[in-house]
């Protein structure tokens, strides 16, 4: 399952709200999540949270420097293939809109979309 997010910023604070937003949605679910190694995910904040009240979270962590590992560095390529490259957009709300696009396409087909991140099976 994706869940989006946007953040104006990648930091501790912002990954904080977002596991808040996934525990909040998911209440009686264990929740496990693929980790790149990013300052954000081991910040003490973090940390704090997940002793106090993070028991439906795991947390599995990717080796270091392997973003073939990592479908979600192919759905940004993805992205950015089809909204960044060869397009104009007159403003920031225009490219939004573009990336919406794209994410409400995801739930759309899911046989197509593993296929194109090279997830499926």
């Known amino acids: 399952m994706a869940v989006v997010h946007q953040e104006e910023s990648a930091n501790a604070t912002a ?3 977002f596991l808040r937003l996934l525990k909040e949605r998911h209440p009686n679910r264990m929740i496990a999540l693929v980790l790149d190694n990013a300052r954000i ?3 003490r904040m973090v940390k704090d ?3 106090e009240e993070g028991q439906c979270f795991h ?3 990717l080796p270091p420097y392997s973003p073939q590992l990592n479908p979600i ?3 940004w390529k993805w992205l950015k293939d089809t909204v960044i490259t060869n397009a104009f957009h ?3 709300h225009e490219i ?3 990336v919406q696009r794209l994410i409400h396409y995801i739930p759309k087909r899911p046989e197509d979309v593993l296929r194109r991140l ?3 099976v």
């Open 90 to 92: 007159k403003d920031r």
């Open 41 to 43: 995910h081991h910040a």
């Open 96 to 98: 939004l809109q573009a």
């Open 73 to 75: 560095e192919r759905l």
């Open 49 to 51: 949270f997940l002793r």
């Open 59 to 61: 947390f599995l962590y």
């Open 118 to 120: 090279e997830c499926a």
């Open 15 to 17: 990954f904080l709200d």
